[in-house]
């Protein structure tokens, strides 16, 4: 089984703090990316990573970053957090060629 | 641009009952794929199934299916015998057209409660 993993389901952090959150997968997929979860306005993409130290801008990477160095492992950083990054964050991986996206579990993100 | 609209925020149905979620779309790309994932209070969003423009069938895993109108731009989601381990939000979505064909576009969802 595909196993994505988020290192944290919830999170508390205060305004201006730097945060990290942490993705890995197992099954070896090129593709990596980053979704914030809102209610009435579904996932929407933050940032993609197709390959080690590779990465593209979603729909709104505003006020984000992130960081490829393994092929397992991608991150999202919020440089200065900010209240109106409370949300859901979802990261998923899927096969260079294929659509179907593997998705972890979520980081419930509260900003302060 | 692209645009998936799911009309129904939320919706009830008695266990074991088939219960359909709707879900429409629009691209100008000839060739697109329709997901449907399923997110359980746990907060994991679980692949459903998937459909291709060009796939002649309506795609169907177990008891759930994809009915699939071209014409029509719709891909609603039927679950048959619906079960109480059902009730989640659920969410359709587009692969993304050209340059975007890697990323998948979503819409709103439809939290679905199945009454035992």
């Known amino acids: 089984d595909v196993k994505v993993t988020q290192s944290s389901r919830y999170l508390v952090k205060r305004t201006g703090e730097k945060v990290f959150l942490e993705c890995v997968q197992d099954m070896d997929h090129e593709n990596m990316f980053w979704y914030r979860q809102d209610p009435g306005l579904g996932l929407r993409l933050i940032y993609f990573?197709?390959?080690?130290?590779?990465?593209e801008k979603g729909d709104i990477p505003e006020g984000y970053s992130v960081s490829r160095e393994k092929k397992e492992r991608f991150s999202l950083i919020l440089e200065s957090a900010s209240t109106n990054q409370t949300s859901m964050y979802l990261c998923?991986?899927?096969?260079?060629?294929?659509?179907?996206?593997?998705f972890g579990a979520g980081t419930r993100l509260s900003v302060l | 641009a692209q645009k998936i609209t799911q009309t129904q925020p939320g919706m009830f149905v008695q266990e074991k009952e088939a219960v359909t979620l709707d879900c429409t779309y629009d691209?100008?790309?000839?060739?697109?794929?329709l997901f449907w994932y399923k997110q359980p209070s746990s907060g994991e969003m679980i692949f459903l199934i998937y459909?291709?423009?060009?796939?002649?069938q309506n795609a169907t895993e177990g008891r759930y299916s994809l009915n699939f109108q071209k014409a029509r731009k719709s891909a609603n989601l039927v679950i048959s015998a619906s079960q109480l381990g059902d009730s989640a939000m659920y969410f359709c979505?587009?692969?993304?057209?050209?340059?975007?064909?890697?990323?998948?576009?979503f819409g709103s969802g439809t939290r679905l409660l199945v009454r035992p």
């Open positions: 998923a991986s899927s096969p260079a060629a294929a659509n179907i996206q593997y």
């Open positions: 979505a587009m692969r993304g057209e050209m340059d975007s064909s890697y990323k998948l576009i």
């Open positions: 459909q291709g423009s060009y796939d002649q």
């Open positions: 990573s197709y390959d080690v130290k590779m990465k």
């Open positions: 691209t100008s790309d000839p060739s697109y794929g």
